[in-house]
């Protein structure tokens, strides 16, 4: 037997509801499981709200200020002077410079106190002192 395009036609179109209602079965499932997730996830943002905080400030807590987000530390000089000031390196001290005012950037070595009003320091900069 022969089939003539019209008899196939009439079969795809019998068949095509076959497939709408895996497709609308498929979608209601789908449906269904957003339905669960939204459910379960409205449920979890209910406890998290009865929940209690971890942390609490007490009010009579001295040192309160000290815990939790702090702000930055940022420089309060005008950022342009820093550019302006001239470092004299350690190593680059010489007698030439014996009575100038010169501006040292180094770590503390040492630290000697005399007296209440007498102290020497010394700053080192990668080998040298001074």
Do not use: W
Request: hydrophobic share 25%; proline share 5%.
């Amino acid at each position: 037997m022969e089939t003539t395009q019209e008899e196939k036609k009439v079969e795809q179109v019998e068949q095509a509801p076959a497939t709408t209602d895996k497709a609308g079965k498929k979608a209601g499932g789908q449906a269904e499981k957003e339905a669960k997730k939204a459910e379960r996830l409205a449920k979890r943002q209910e406890q998290a709200s009865k929940a209690k905080p971890a942390y609490t400030k007490d009010p009579n807590d001295p040192c309160a200020d000290k815990f939790g987000d702090l702000p930055l530390n940022r420089s309060q000089s005008d950022p342009e002077k820093r550019y302006e000031k001239k470092f004299t390196q350690v190593h680059e001290l010489e007698a030439s410079h014996n009575g100038q005012e010169v501006i040292v950037r180094g770590r503390l070595h040492n630290f000697k106190s005399k007296s209440k009003k007498l102290g020497f320091i010394t700053i080192r900069e990668r080998f040298a002192t001074v």
